[in-house]
């Protein structure tokens, strides 16, 4: 999400990411589910669907720990936090840097966000209110 530029699998996907964006950019908070979760909705009854797979299941835990770590706080399914400017600048600074970037190993996604961050994530859709 730190990255996302509007772009994605599918247009549905596409227009679902977006609006999600849009409520955490209004404030809403982040809560953190174990498994498929707002995001993977409208490809949930496509065949073959990743959403449910251990990789995916593995890749999500992975950034839920980098992800803790830079915050200094434990989060775990069914909590939340406000994704709010500050935590937003912490957690692409730790993006940029590297530090959170363990799940990232293997994503067909993972160029493009790299080259996300070295442009200092200009054009990202993710930016909430103070």
Not at 13 to 29: K, M, T, W
Request: with cysteine.
């Amino acid at each position: 999400m730190l990255t996302y530029l509007g772009k994605g699998y599918t247009p549905a996907f596409v227009d679902n990411y977006s609006a999600i964006v849009q409520r955490l950019n209004d404030g809403e908070p982040v809560e953190l589910v174990d498994g498929p979760d707002d995001l993977c909705q409208p490809m949930l009854n496509e065949p073959g669907c990743h959403c449910r797979n251990e990789s995916v299941r593995h890749r999500d835990r992975t950034a839920t720990a980098d992800i803790a770590q830079a915050l200094g706080r434990q989060l775990e399914s069914g909590k939340s936090f406000v994704l709010d400017r500050q935590v937003l600048s912490l957690l692409r600074e730790a993006f940029a840097m590297g530090t959170i970037r363990k799940a990232c190993e293997g994503c067909e996604w993972q160029i493009l966000c790299s080259k996300i961050a070295r442009n200092e994530f200009r054009g990202c859709h993710l930016a909430p209110p103070d």
